[in-house]
């Protein structure tokens, strides 16, 4: 973290768990545990019917609600489909985009994942963008020229007035609820490779402003070292966020 130039962001993903009741008790909970936070910003990204509801219960409180996919067209004959506007018509700040569950399982490309983080961003939404390796680019050692084409597809036509919404989220496929988590050193080369690229297209000052997440198996454990190092300014945390106590320990670390 350098809270210097950046703020610190702590968003969870609850992926496709809780009812609308449950995401009330869980934020009922969350709230007396995070009352005292300071230094950094929380954020829940529930299931698009849990919007409503999540975005009652933490009312008054310092968590904000987020979505965890948008459309990238305004409206139209989209099946199934919700779009930026609608999310932000309901108080929704903050959206997931391009997490690798969706590259993986919806067949999401990083143009899809470009065209998705223009419309959030002329809605007024802050886009998370995914990005990551599998674990077969990290043994080729491809995992920084992985992530470079992501990052720069994701940005394609977005101004430097536009970046400072953005927060990227390194997530390395291979973490991803799988217990295992990267070293802080691996965490931090490509949270840096990420702010390098940033730099070359945006310049050094834009640059640093930028949050850069780190997402995969962290917990109450790991969270502190890994919110060390310089470039890791917060967390994406898929199944430590599904329980009041565990989430609020990690945002307990990122607040120090
Ligand atoms: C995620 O879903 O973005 C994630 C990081 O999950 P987990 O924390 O469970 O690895």
């Not at 700040?93 to 959030?120: C, P, W």
């Not at 927060?167 to 070293?183: N, S």
Request: with cysteine.
């Amino acid at each position: 973290m350098n809270r210097r130039y950046r703020k610190t962001v702590i968003a969870g993903n609850w992926k496709m768990n809780k009812t609308a009741a449950e995401a009330r008790t869980l934020i009922d909970e969350l709230k007396p545990l995070i009352a005292k936070v300071k230094w950094c910003d929380i954020v829940l990204c529930v299931p698009f019917v849990d919007i409503p509801a999540a975005i009652k219960a933490a009312k008054g409180s310092k968590i904000a609600i987020g979505a965890q996919n948008v459309h990238f067209e305004k409206s139209g004959a989209y099946t199934g489909e919700i779009s930026a506007e609608m999310l932000a018509g309901l108080g929704v700040k903050y959206v997931i985009i391009g997490h690798s569950e969706r590259r993986q399982f919806f067949l999401e490309t990083d143009d899809t994942v470009n065209k998705k983080v223009v419309s959030a961003l002329e809605a007024g939404l802050r886009p998370i963008i995914c990005v990551g390796e599998s674990l077969e680019q990290r043994d080729q050692n491809v995992t920084l020229d992985q992530i470079r084409l992501q990052v720069k597809i994701a940005l394609k036509g977005i101004s430097a007035k536009e970046l400072k919404k953005v927060i990227f989220a390194y997530e390395p496929i291979w973490a991803i609820g799988t217990g295992r988590t990267a070293t802080c050193e691996q965490a931090n080369e490509v949270c840096d490779n990420i702010r390098a690229c940033l730099r070359e297209i945006y310049g050094a000052r834009a640059a640093r402003s930028v949050t850069i997440q780190y997402g995969g198996s962290m917990n109450a454990k790991n969270a502190k070292d890994l919110l060390a190092q310089e470039d890791i300014d917060g967390g994406l945390i898929g199944g430590a966020s599904l329980k009041a106590n565990d989430f609020s320990q990690i945002i307990d670390a990122a607040n120090q």
